[in-house]
């Protein structure tokens, strides 16, 4: 899962091949070498979230896949760590790309990312993996998003709309704990107001839908993403579904599962 931070590798510098920690100086993008970009801005998104955006000189591109993966390089008291993060930005954003981060409390690379201040410079390398997506090729998406494995989904999403031949429908499910911590309201609600996009909301901490924007209330449910509540999705989606997963491992095992006992075959899904 490549929405929130999944650990590549760990260890001290001395165990660490000189070639694969050696960096380039091109603000190219290359999956065998780290190259720095600097942090253009930090913006909080809530009380353990931040949106970084960084900038690729000479109005440069990464050119990224749609739900490709970059990797970070991180050094936290001695040691080394890899990261792996999916850009949010569309692939061919010319100056900059943003990175959707969460902190956690006892994270090794969290310690290091809550140092960073606009100017920083930041090592990456990639990029790695993605979705093979083609405009129409299916009827409908169902995307299955727990915290920032909506990360991926974005710039699929933000492809879909950009394409005027592009007759996807979309529903996207976005699972968070309470509704303070749904990320990039503006965006979403932004995505949600084409005809062919619709978003869900899962709340799992959330007990009642009253306190909530009475925008918000039609389209969020309380509590866990459930066997049930999947198959009600699923009911109510305008075609058969081909699905995308991004959240933690025991997310991503739960959907699965979800989704085999309602009939999706293993080869209408896709896990990040």
């Keep these: 899962m490549l929405g929130q931070a999944k650990m590549?590798?760990?260890?001290?510098?001395?165990?660490?091949?000189y070639s694969q920690?050696?960096?380039?100086?091109?603000?190219?993008?290359n999956p065998d070498t780290f190259t720095a970009f600097s942090i253009s801005s930090v913006e909080q998104l809530t009380e353990d979230t931040y949106q970084y955006k960084f900038e690729l000189p000479g109005n440069r591109s990464l050119r990224l896949s749609l739900g490709q993966h970059i990797v970070l390089r991180g050094v936290v008291n001695g040691l080394e760590v890899q990261r792996a993060y999916t850009p949010i930005s569309p692939g061919n954003a010319e100056g900059y790309f943003e990175v959707l981060m969460k902190c956690y409390e006892a994270g090794i690379m969290s310690q290091y990312i809550k140092t960073w201040k606009k100017?920083?410079?930041?090592?990456?390398?990639?990029?790695?993996?993605?979705?093979?997506?083609?405009?129409n090729k299916h009827g409908e998406l169902l995307m299955l998003a727990s915290g920032t494995g909506l990360a991926p989904m974005l710039p699929i999403l933000q492809s879909i709309t950009d394409d005027e031949e592009d007759e996807t429908f979309v529903t996207l499910v976005g699972c968070f704990c309470t509704f303070d911590k749904i990320y990039l309201k503006p965006l979403l609600q932004d995505l949600a107001r084409y005809w062919n996009i619709r978003i869900f909301y899962v709340l799992s901490q959330e007990t009642s839908l009253e306190k909530l924007p009475w925008s918000y209330q039609e389209n969020t449910y309380t509590g866990r993403l459930s066997e049930d509540l999947m198959k009600t999705i699923l009911n109510s989606c305008r075609r058969k579904p081909f699905v995308l997963i991004c959240g933690s491992s025991?997310?991503?095992?739960d959907m699965c599962r979800y989704l085999k006992a309602a009939g999706i075959e293993e080869n209408s899904y896709f896990v990040f």
Excluded: C, Q
Aim: hydrophobic letters at 35%; proline letters at 8%; zero cysteines.
């Design 8 to 17: 590549i590798s760990i260890g001290t510098a001395s165990n660490i091949s």
């Design 21 to 29: 920690w050696s960096s380039s100086n091109n603000s190219e993008l």
């Design 119 to 135: 100017g920083d410079m930041v090592f990456w390398r990639g990029p790695f993996g993605g979705f093979p997506y083609r405009p």
């Design 250 to 253: 025991a997310f991503s095992e």
